[in-house]
């Protein structure tokens, strides 16, 4: 059984930064690969980031430059580092594992003023 836990989301102005953590529970995060996606209120979940199983990255073109996701296989924790924050970043945001079809309870993330 696997389990996902987001934490760090929070209050920030614009221009300002925070940390997501997702915490894997379960065994074998080495061998999956994480997502990150986010969702405000009337749109669909969208991409954000995601990292393989080797540590490769990829960003939707919105983030590109601003944020920035890392793994911990010791720690099973995956990471988002977000940087620049603009008040359309407000969303919540939700790991995801695709190997296990397994989503966090997300983390609201609130940019502004």
């Known amino acids: 059984q696997v389990q996902l836990v987001e934490s760090g989301g929070g209050l920030v102005q614009p221009g300002g930064s925070l940390r997501l953590s997702c915490a894997f529970s379960?065994?074998?995060?080495?061998?999956?690969?994480v997502s990150w996606y986010r969702q405000s209120p009337g749109t669909q979940r969208e991409l954000v980031a995601a990292?393989?199983?080797?540590?490769?990255?990829n960003y939707a073109d919105f983030v590109k430059g601003r944020f920035t996701i890392s793994r911990d296989n010791a720690k099973k924790t995956t990471y988002l580092q977000m940087d620049s924050l603009k008040p359309e970043d407000t969303a919540v945001y939700y790991c995801?594992?695709?190997?296990?079809?397994?989503w966090g309870q997300g983390t609201q993330v609130t940019v502004s003023s």
């Open positions: 379960g065994s074998f995060f080495n061998i999956y690969g």
């Open positions: 995801y594992v695709p190997g296990r079809s397994t």
């Open positions: 990292i393989t199983r080797s540590g490769s990255t």
